[in-house]
T-cell receptor
Framework: DTEVTQTPKHLVMGMTNKKSLKCEQH?????MYWYKQKAKKPPELMFV???????INESVPSRFSPECPNSSLLNLHLHALQPEDSALYLC???????????????FGPGTRLTVT | GEDVEQSLFLSVREGDSSVINCTYT??????LYWYKQEPGAGLQLLTY?????DMKQDQRLTVLLNKKDKHLSLRIADTQTGDSAIYFC??????????FGKGTKLSVKP
């Protein structure tokens, strides 16, 4: 099973809402990532969890709050978002965190988020 | 800072070879990756090359690395319409993360 799943596929939320994005992998990977991708742009790294601990936070605003309940699950909690946060949010996982082969990442299909 | 440059567009005819080029600045990159993204989808790892290699072939894909010039290329032989997508060059950066180029949109005409 080389699949990373993400739910929901689409999400529309108001600026006062609280919602969560979910990501799951069953490949036994020890690193999980959140990326944000705007239209016609490359993915931008947001957070990295390595062995269930937050290892990289790319200066992401606190209205985005990641959580890694166990080695297979990764959540992104959203609160008080702005319209400019509308984007495709991608989750990825890799076997080898923090090393060159850490770039061998498996991506989920993403959650298309629209903030109104 | 670390930077990765790619041309934004490439158009080829079905059956031809496609060559997507990339230049990068981080000479310490140990692994260099190519990812493919189809419309509305996540990224798919295509292939990678270790920095002590000059070439790697994987079926229709050939990766060439000129480490001295920090130049990476991806050649797709016998390009098919299903190869139409955006291709990202992504060296592994010194901060322990992928550094993505802006992506090259490959259009394959029948």
């Amino acid at each position: 099973d080389t699949e990373v799943t993400q739910t929901p596929k689409h999400l529309v939320m108001g600026m006062t809402n609280k919602k969560s994005l979910k990501c799951e992998q069953h490949m036994g990977h020890r690193a999980m990532y959140w990326y944000k991708q705007k239209a016609k742009k490359p993915p931008e790294l947001m957070f990295v969890y390595s062995y269930e601990k937050l290892s990289i936070n790319e200066s992401v605003p606190s209205r985005f709050s990641p959580e890694c309940p166990n080695s297979s699950l990764l959540n992104l909690h959203l609160h008080a978002l702005q319209p400019e946060d509308s984007a495709l949010y991608l989750c990825a996982s890799s076997q080898n965190p923090g090393q060159g082969r850490g770039g061998e990442q498996y991506f989920g299909p993403g959650t298309r988020l629209t903030v109104t | 800072g670390e930077d990765v440059e790619q041309s934004l567009f490439l158009s080829v005819r079905e059956g031809d070879s496609s060559v997507i080029n990339c230049t990068y600045t981080d000479s310490s990159s140990t692994y260099l990756y190519w990812y493919k993204q189809e419309p509305g989808a996540g990224l798919q790892l295509l292939t990678y090359i270790f920095s002590n290699m000059d070439m790697k072939q994987d079926q229709r894909l050939t990766v060439l690395l000129n480490k001295k010039d920090k130049h990476l290329s991806l050649r797709i032989a016998d390009t098919q319409t299903g190869d139409s997508a955006i291709y990202f060059c992504a060296p592994w950066g010194s901060q322990g993360n992928l550094i993505f180029g802006k992506g090259t949109k490959l259009s394959v005409k029948p």
